[in-house]
């Protein structure tokens, strides 16, 4: 097959299919392949007639919307990468994000303006912002286009890009070890790659209904939107509040018949405890789709018990490959099953590989690292050569191998099982957060003198994060101080569960941290 | 009556989600959810709590900081639900 850039599916999907319905977001409107076309064309003229040229990057910040589906797909068009960020998350965050990449554009909802501009590095380009009223179903994007039209020169039509397949498509951001988040770049083919695979294992079909119920910075939301509009399939959006209450969500999964879905773990959990879930109709639902962290297996019987039907896949991969191994869960989930199953088999479009230490091949069996090469692999880290040239490694064939710090064990039958990682990063509600960016946070706070961050696994939690701090004064800020100096400044799935408080931290014999003895005390 | 849902909830939120917490820190305007204290889990658990201590049925476009962001905006939602 030819090679077409990652917006080139949704394009000749919206040749295919005009009059279906593209994407839905429940309570305020949907819109069609032809109209979601028509709007995509007119945002990437617009951008161009601003100054975005092939190559560059575009920020979008706003709520999960129609309108931040377009987005999408109009700064791909003009040959474009986008870049997401969290509207959830401190403007701090998202400034530093958004100056990292030294993005172009901006589009943006008018709320976030005034304080993205206030955490704005005065010395740093300004980019040109493409403000919205509160999305909605795509009217506010039209508004902001029109006006625009009507105060500036139009905006004369330009073609689709033809981005190449090492083009940079988007950039997602993850929780970084040195306390900044770093910008995973992901090329055209990264991108196409994936959804291919997607197409070949999952078999999507244009009557298919699409959940997006992860945000659209977190890197799940690939698989929702370009393999649904790939396909001529609805891509049904779910807000955050909504995505987060399964007593909101289960009715919702059920009413909006959607036969596809795709989320961390933690939300099937609360779904399976809290969703009473025989009281709704699930017969749409043909997939259950799960990564980003493990699915304890006590939920997952239970949810699969509540739910026989459909088929349930644990996905397994880093931002850095997206999904690179998977493995069908069958049913029924066995009683007296314990451990949690496998990551799986290599994805066809990728190949894998387990090491040790000094990049050798372990026998079959041992633990090692797992190490994965292909096309769905990131181009890199943006502006962190040195981070970059350390994810990978290189072999005597020349050939990259990006090192994903977890290890795994492999079976005889080619299924790779997860142990556990190499560094000091966890997995929270699916989200990637390193124990590093929360200590570097900590000691934002003039209060902090010594902050030091461990998790262990915990039975209900999944993964408990203790924060230890010395302080400077007698009188230390409380722990409702401390959180929500927390809630300002770091997102809220980093936020440690517990504080303690110490004289001083205690120091290995090279004096640093003792994080094992931290780890006892926890 | 006024004091005991807004007793019940602080005893709670501080013997649950905070620890150790002198009660006198958290106060009727205490940001709960934005101010982390909270996250989406444990204001479920608040919500069960509250369902079955005071006999009440919350709406799901409730749970949100809205509604729930402070002990006295909950005080105001569950007392007007039992009135």
Redesign the interface.
């Known amino acids: 097959m030819s090679y077409i850039p990652l917006h080139g599916y949704f394009v000749d999907a919206a040749r295919n299919w005009p009059r279906n319905t593209a994407v839905v977001d429940p309570g305020r409107g949907s819109i069609t392949y032809a109209e979601l076309a028509g709007l995509t064309d007119r945002l990437r003229d617009r951008l161009a007639a601003l100054g975005v040229r092939p190559g560059d990057r575009v920020g979008i910040y706003m709520r999960k919307s129609i309108d931040a589906v377009a987005a999408i797909y109009g700064i791909l068009k003009c040959g474009a990468a986008y870049v997401p960020v969290d509207p959830g998350a401190p403007a701090s965050r998202n400034a530093y994000i958004l100056q990292n990449c030294q993005v172009k554009a901006i589009v943006m909802e008018s709320r976030f303006q005034s304080k993205l501009l206030d955490d704005w590095d005065p010395q740093a380009p300004k980019p040109v912002i493409l403000s919205i009223d509160e999305a909605s179903a795509g009217a506010a994007l039209v508004q902001a286009l029109d006006d625009a039209d009507s105060k500036l020169d139009a905006a004369p039509a330009i073609e689709n890009a033809n981005s190449a397949p090492s083009d940079l498509a988007y950039i997602l951001y993850t929780s970084g070890s040195t306390g900044k988040p770093k910008g995973v770049m992901l090329s055209h083919e990264n991108g196409t790659s994936y959804v291919d695979w997607c197409t070949e294992t999952f078999q999507p079909r244009a009557e298919d209904r699409f959940s997006s119920h992860a945000p659209f910075h977190f890197d799940l939301s690939i698989l929702d939107i370009h393999v649904a509009l790939k396909h001529g399939a609805a891509l049904v959006l779910i807000g955050e509040d909504v995505g987060k209450t399964p007593e909101r969500l289960a009715p919702l999964i059920a009413e909006q018949r959607i036969s596809i879905w795709y989320s961390a773990p933690s939300i099937l959990a609360l779904l399976a405890q809290y969703g009473k879930l025989s009281q709704h109709d699930y017969s749409a639902l043909r997939l259950v789709l799960f990564a980003g962290e493990v699915f304890a297996v006590k939920h997952l019987r239970s949810l699969t018990q509540q739910l026989p039907a459909p088929r349930y896949f644990n996905l397994y991969g880093p931002t850095e490959t997206n999904v690179c191994t998977f493995y069908e869960v069958r049913l029924p989930v066995p009683d007296d099953r314990v451990s949690p199953y496998p990551i799986g088999i290599t994805c066809s479009h990728l190949r894998c590989r387990v090491v040790d230490a000094d990049g050798r091949d372990v026998p079959r069996g041992a633990e090692g690292e797992l190490c994965v090469t292909g096309p769905g692999v990131m181009q890199g880290y943006w502006g962190l050569p040195e981070q970059t040239a350390k994810a990978f490694l290189v072999d005597h064939a020349d050939e990259r191998w990006y090192k994903t710090g977890d290890v795994v064990t492999e079976a005889a039958d080619a299924n790779y099982t997860y142990l556990g990682r190499r560094d000091r990063m966890v997995k929270r509600r699916g989200y990637r957060v390193e124990l590093g960016e929360i200590e570097a946070a900590l000691y934002r706070s003039p209060a902090i003198k010594e902050a030091a961050v461990v998790a262990l696994p915990d039975e209900t939690l999944g993964v408990k994060i203790t924060a230890f701090l010395s302080s400077r004064e007698a009188k230390h800020p409380s722990l409702i101080e401390l959180k929500r100096f927390c809630a300002e400044n770091l997102p809220l799935y980093m936020i440690p569960d517990v504080f303690l408080w110490r004289e001083a931290l205690p120091k290995t014999s090279t004096d640093k941290t003792d994080y094992q003895r931290l780890k006892e005390l926890a | 009556m006024a004091e005991d849902v807004k007793q019940a909830v602080k005893a709670f939120i501080l013997e649950e989600f ?1 620890p ?3 009660p006198e ?2 106060t009727d305007d ?2 709960l959810i ?4 909270l ?3 444990a204001t ?1 658990k608040l919500v069960l709590f509250l369902e079955e201590r005071f006999g009440v049925a919350f709406q ?2 409730e ?2 900081p809205e509604h729930l962001d402070t002990t006295a905006y909950i005080d105001r939602l569950v007392r007007s639900k039992m009135a």
């Open positions: 905070l150790g917490e002198n820190e958290l205490t940001p934005t101010g982390g204290i996250d989406s889990i479920l799901p476009h749970l949100d």
